[in-house]
C-alpha cells in the first residue's frame, strides 16, 4: 500500500525511500513484531478462555510436557496477523509473487487452524485425515506453483524458455535440469514439504519459531539478490525479476516471528500451533520455489529435513523390524528422553540452525 506514495516523490523528495525494497522490508519487520507485540495478550487471553483445557498434551511424551497442560494454542493467529497486515502495507501487492506467497500462507494456516481446532475440541493429540489434509495442501500448493511458473515464462528475458520449469543446482551456474510439466507437482511437493517439516519441529517452547526465522532471513537476502540483476550478475545466481519484493514478506515474518518469541519464550504462554507451523512452512517454501533455490532450502532448512527425517526412519524402523531408532521421534524429544532439559535442546538446535543457514548463504557465492 505505501509503495503508492512513490508516486507523489517528485511533489515530497521524502516518500522515494519507499521506492526501496531494504526500506520497506525494515518498515514491514517493525510493524508486524507491533502488532504481535499490541494485540498479543488480548488474543491469548481470548484462546484460553475459549480453549478451557488448550493443547492436549502426548500422553507418550517427556513427563516434563505434562506440566503445561492447560496452555492455549493457535498462536500462528497472532504471527499470521502481524505478516499479513504488514505485508499489505509494504509489499507491493501488484506482485505476483506476493499474491501468490500471501495466499499459500493464508490457505496453509487456514487447514492448520481446523486441524488445532478439532484437537482442542475433542482434546486429543489427533486432527482430521491425514490423507485430506495433504491433498488440500497440496492443491493449494500446486495452484500456487502454476501462478509461479506463469509469472516467471512471462519475465524471461535473458533465460531460456525453459528456465521457469528448471531445477537450479547450488555450486553450478549454467546447470539446470528441465522438468517440464513435471516441475509443477515438484514445487508443490517442495511447499508441502516445507509445510510439514516446520509442523514436526514444533515441539518445544521456541524451537520451531527462531528456526524459521533465521530461514527467512536468509531467504530474504537471497530473494533480495535473485531480484536484482546487478547482484545476481556479479554473484553468478539466477534472476528471477520480481522476487525481491518477496524480501518485504520476510521482513515480516521475521519481525511477527521476533513478537511471538516473547510470548513463546519458556514457559510458553502459548503455543504455535499448527495454525502457525504449517503457514509459516509453506511460506519459506514457496519462497524457495519462486527464487528457485529450492536445493538450498534443504541446506538452510536442514534442521527442519533432519526432525522430518528422524520421523520417517521411526516410522519405517517400526514397521519393518518391531523396533525403534529413536526413543522418541522427532527427534528433539528423543534428545529429551536421553536426559537433556528443553532449554538445552532449544538453544542447541538454533545454533545448528544458524550453521545451516550459513552453509546455504555461501553457496550463493561458491559457484
Not at 63 to 72: D, R
Not at 213 to 237: D, E, K, R, T
Not at 256 to 278: K, Q, R, V
Not at 327 to 354: C, D, L, N, Y
Amino acid at each position: 500500500m505505501f509503495i503508492w506514495l512513490v508516486e507523489l516523490a517528485d511533489s515530497v523528495p521524502v516518500f522515494n525511500l519507499f521506492r526501496y525494497i531494504t526500506f520497506r522490508t525494515g518498515g514491514a519487520l517493525f510493524t508486524s513484531a507491533l502488532i504481535v507485540f499490541l494485540f498479543g495478550p488480548q488474543i491469548i487471553k481470548s484462546l484460553r478462555i475459549r480453549q478451557g483445557r488448550g493443547q492436549p498434551i502426548r500422553a507418550d511424551g517427556p513427563q516434563t510436557h505434562f506440566m503445561k497442560a492447560g496452555t492455549p494454542t493457535m498462536g500462528g493467529l497472532m504471527i499470521l496477523a502481524g505478516i499479513v497486515a504488514s505485508s499489505l502495507m509494504w509489499a507491493d501487492l501488484g506482485n505476483t509473487y506476493v499474491i501468490t506467497t500471501l495466499l499459500v500462507t493464508l490457505g496453509f494456516g487456514a487447514i492448520g487452524f481446523y486441524d488445532d481446532y478439532l484437537k482442542v475440541t475433542k482434546q486429543s493429540d489427533k486432527g482430521f485425515s491425514g490423507k485430506v489434509r495433504l491433498l488440500l495442501e497440496f492443491l493449494i500448493a500446486g495452484i500456487a506453483v502454476y501462478f509461479i511458473l506463469s509469472q516467471s515464462m512471462s519475465a524471461t528475458q535473458d533465460h531460456s524458455e525453459t528456465f521457469a520449469t528448471s531445477l537450479s543446482f547450488p555450486f553450478f551456474k549454467d546447470f539446470l535440469l528441465d522438468l517440464g510439466l513435471f516441475f509443477i507437482p515438484f514445487g508443490a511437493f517442495v511447499i508441502v514439504s516445507a509445510g510439514n517439516a516446520v509442523n514436526l519441529t514444533d515441539g518445544l517452547d521456541g524451537l520451531a519459531i527462531v528456526p524459521v526465522m533465521i530461514a527467512a532471513a536468509s531467504f530474504g537476502a537471497i530473494a533480495y539478490l535473485a531480484g536484482n540483476a546487478l547482484f545476481a550478475n556479479y554473484l553468478q545466481i539466477h534472476f528471477v525479476p520480481g522476487t525481491g519484493e518477496l524480501a518485504v514478506i520476510l521482513g515480516a515474518v521475521i519481525g511477527a516471528g521476533l513478537g511471538f518469541l516473547w510470548f513463546n519464550a519458556p514457559p510458553a504462554a502459548i503455543f504455535m500451533g499448527d495454525t502457525g507451523s504449517l503457514a509459516l512452512g509453506g511460506l519459506i517454501g514457496t519462497v524457495a520455489v519462486a527464487t528457485k533455490h529450492e536445493i538450498v532450502m534443504a541446506i538452510i532448512g536442514g534442521l527442519f529435513v533432519l526432525e522430518t527425517l528422524s520421523v520417517i526412519i521411526q516410522v519405517i524402523s517400526f514397521k519393518l523390524t518391531g523396533k525403534r531408532v529413536f526413543r522418541m521421534a522427532p527427534i528433539h524429544h528423543h534428545f529429551e528422553k536421553k536426559g537433556w532439559t528443553e532449554s538445552q535442546v532449544v538453544v542447541r538446535f538454533w545454533i545448528i540452525a544458524v550453521m545451516l543457514a550459513m552453509v546455504g548463504l555461501a553457496t550463493l557465492k561458491l559457484r
